[in-house]
C-alpha cells in the first residue's frame, strides 16, 4: 500500500510538471469516455432500466395477431385480459387501459388532460406506489362505481399548486363530480405523459367470449417471481389454441391466424430504438479506442523523452517491473481524471440528445446519471488505462540502462521499436475509423426510424 501510494504522488508530480501533455491527454478522454457514458445512460434509462419502473424484466405486453390479415401486433380485448389476469401462477398482475381525455375548467380556460382508463391492478402491475392517498380498490373498477382520479405528479404541482390536503377533494372533469383519491410519485407516469387516471368500469358483459374480437385495450402484465417469458409465452401459444378449438368461435381464429402473444415491456415500448440505439453505443467505442490509441503515442512518445531518466533508476536499482508499474500508475490517473471530466462532457451531452430526440421520444423520459451509469464509466476509464498504458509499460519494462545512458535520447534500436510500434498505432487508428465511418452510414439510416417511434404506450395503445 505504501508503494502504490509513492507511485500515485509520483504520478500527479510527472503530470503536473508536463501540463501540456496532461491537457491534451486528459481532453480525449474525456470525449471519448464522455461520448460513451452519453449513449450509455440513454440505453440504459430506456432498454435496460426505464425510469419508474421497477424489475422491468418481469414486465410484459399483451398483444393480438391476425397473421393472415397481416395484422401482426395489435391490441387485445376484455376477454383476451380475463385469460391472463386470471393465471395467478404465472402472472402476479395484470392491467388493462385505453386512453380517454378529460377537460379540467381552470378559470376561464379550459384544460384538456391526458388521461387513461385502468383496470384496478394497473399500478400493481408496475409496482407503483401513491405518494399521496391510494390506488384504486377492485371495487371501484365496476360500471356504475362512483367516479375516482389518481393524479399524476405533475399535474398535481402545475394545476393543484402541490396542495398536499387534496386527497378527498371533489373536482369536476368532463362537467362530472370526480373524487381525488391518490397522487403518484414524480417517477411514474404510465402511459407516459398521463395527467391522471380513472377505473376502466367495464360492464360484465364486456368480459364473454362473444366480445373476443372486440379488441380496444393495451394490456400489460407482471410475472411471478420465478416465472419467465418462454411460461407467459407458452401459456398465451395454449390459450390461443384453446380459443381456436372453441365451436363459439365458429373457426374465426383458425380462419384468420388468430393468436395472442407477449413482447418484454421495455422492448414493446422502444423495440424500434433498439437497433439504433445499439449502433451508437458500438460507434462511440470505437471513438473511445482512437482516442486510447491517440493516449499511448503520446505516452510513447512521453517515454522516449525520459528514457534517460529510466536508465537512471534502473542503474540505481529500480527493477523494470517497479518503473512498468508506474507508467500504469500514471495511466490510471489520466483515465479517471479523464472520466471526470468525462461526467461533466457526459451530463450536457444527454441534455442535448434529448434535446435533439424526436419530441415523441424525449417528452416525459427521466434520462440521468444514476449508479448503473457511473459503474459503467468507471469500468471502461479502467480499461482504457489498461488499454493505452500497457505499450508503454511494457516497453519500459524490457528497458536496457546501459544502451539508453550512451544513447540518450531516441537512439538505436529502442528508438526504432518505438516508431514501429507508433506506426502500427497509425494504422490501427485509420483502421477503426474507417469502420466508425461505416458504422456511422448504418447509423444515420437506422435514425429515420426515431421520427416514427413513440415511446409513449399511449399511442400504440390505439
Not at 381464429?253 to 421495455?266: E, H, M, Q
Amino acid at each position: 500500500m505504501r508503494t502504490l501510494l509513492e507511485d500515485s504522488r509520483y504520478a500527479l508530480r510527472m503530470l503536473l510538471k508536463g501540463p501540456g501533455f496532461t491537457a491534451v491527454a486528459v481532453l480525449t478522454l474525456a470525449l471519448g469516455i464522455g461520448a460513451n457514458t452519453a449513449i450509455f445512460s440513454v440505453v440504459n434509462g430506456l432498454l435496460l432500466h426505464p425510469y419508474g419502473i421497477r424489475h422491468p424484466e418481469r414486465l410484459l405486453a399483451i398483444r393480438a395477431r391476425y397473421e393472415k390479415l397481416d395484422l401482426k401486433n395489435i391490441v387485445i380485448s376484455a376477454p383476451d385480459y380475463t385469460f391472463v389476469r386470471d393465471n395467478k401462477k404465472i402472472f402476479a398482475a395484470a392491467a388493462i387501459q385505453n386512453q380517454s381525455n378529460f377537460n379540467y375548467a381552470a378559470g376561464s380556460w379550459p384544460l384538456e388532460l391526458r388521461g387513461a382508463k385502468v383496470s384496478w391492478q394497473w399500478f400493481d402491475v408496475f409496482e407503483a406506489k401513491p405518494l399521496l392517498g391510494r390506488v384504486f380498490a377492485p371495487e371501484e373498477d365496476q360500471r356504475n362505481a362512483d367516479h375516482e382520479v389518481v393524479l399524476a405528479h405533475s399535474t398535481w404541482k402545475s394545476i393543484f399548486g402541490g396542495d398536499p390536503e387534496i386527497i378527498g377533494r371533489s373536482v369536476e372533469f368532463n362537467q362530472q363530480p370526480y373524487k381525488i383519491i391518490g397522487v403518484m410519485g414524480p417517477d411514474f407516469e404510465w402511459p407516459s405523459q398521463t395527467d391522471l387516471w380513472a377505473p376502466l368500469g367495464l360492464a360484465p358483459d364486456a368480459f364473454v367470449l362473444d366480445n373476443i374480437f372486440n379488441e380496444n385495450y393495451l394490456a400489460v402484465a407482471r410475472l411471478q417471481p420465478g416465472m419467465n417469458f418462454s411460461n407467459a409465452a407458452t401459456f398465451l401459444k395454449l390459450t390461443s389454441e384453446r380459443v381456436s378449438d372453441d365451436p363459439r368461435t365458429q373457426g374465426y381464429p383458425k380462419a384468420s391466424g388468430w393468436g395472442l402473444f407477449a413482447v418484454p415491456f421495455t422492448e414493446f415500448v422502444y423495440g424500434d430504438v433498439r437497433t439504433p440505439l445499439l449502433i451508437l453505443l458500438g460507434a462511440v467505442s470505437f471513438v473511445l479506442l482512437i482516442a486510447c490509441a491517440n493516449v499511448a503515442g503520446l505516452l510513447l512518445a512521453r517515454a522516449s523523452a525520459r528514457a534517460k531518466e529510466f536508465a537512471v533508476r534502473t542503474a540505481i536499482g529500480a527493477s523494470p517491473w517497479r518503473l512498468a508499474r508506474q507508467m500504469l500508475t500514471e495511466s490510471v490517473a489520466l483515465a479517471f481524471v479523464g472520466m471526470a471530466l468525462g461526467l461533466v462532457i457526459a451530463f450536457q451531452a444527454v441534455r442535448a440528445l434529448l434535446w435533439l430526440a424526436p419530441a415523441n421520444l424525449s417528452t416525459g423520459l427521466d434520462i440521468h446519471l444514476d449508479l448503473y451509469v457511473l459503474l459503467f464509466t468507471a469500468l471502461i476509464a479502467g480499461a482504457s488505462a489498461i488499454i493505452f498504458g500497457a505499450a508503454p509499460a511494457w516497453q519500459i519494462a524490457f528497458i536496457d540502462p546501459h544502451q539508453n545512458l550512451k544513447q540518450g535520447r531516441g537512439t538505436g534500436e529502442g528508438s526504432a521499436g518505438r516508431h514501429r510500434f507508433r506506426s502500427g498505432l497509425v494504422v490501427a487508428e485509420l483502421s477503426l475509423a474507417l469502420v466508425l465511418l461505416a458504422s456511422a452510414g448504418v447509423f444515420v439510416k437506422s435514425l429515420e426510424k426515431l421520427k416514427d417511434v413513440d415511446s409513449t404506450i399511449r399511442r400504440t395503445s390505439r
